[in-house]
């Protein structure tokens, strides 16, 4: 008798900054694939970062360079609040995101990746696909969800 998993079937990808300091492999599951979505924030850092995020279980990111996350640079916008954004001291790429809000009376935590720093190309990628949400991080309501295209002040 065969037994079967639970865990759904994931594809693993490269990414790094754009000097290689931060290096790592993500692990992204199959129906994110099949149903490629990317979100876009307009809040000031992500907009000025360039950032896209992919949320993922933290467990499917895998660091191989440097030793930790400990060792890139950490932006923390608001530092009451534990949210890290890392990124790259040398040539100033943002990598991955990090950390726990508050709402609606719950506390969430999360982890991302940035879309954009996965090597291209590779077989099962294809960034042209992907399909963008927008919410809007710049007045802290990021249940305000478009898929129709950017809220205000952000971008494509």
Known sequence: MSSTTSEEAKKTFHGSC??????YTVSVPQSQLDNPRAG????????KA?????????????????????ECKDYRIRPEQNIHKYFC???GIHVAQEGSFEWNGQVHEFFTFNLVTLEQPQDGLELSQWKFTYCDGRNDKFENISHDGPLPGGVL
């Open 89 to 91: 001291g040398t040539c």
């Open 50 to 70: 360039g950032y896209t995020n992919v949320r993922i279980a933290r467990t499917d990111f895998k660091l191989l360079t440097p030793a930790s996350l400990a």
């Open 40 to 47: 876009r924030c307009n809040c000031t850092i992500c907009l």
């Open 18 to 23: 754009h000097c290689k300091f931060i290096t």
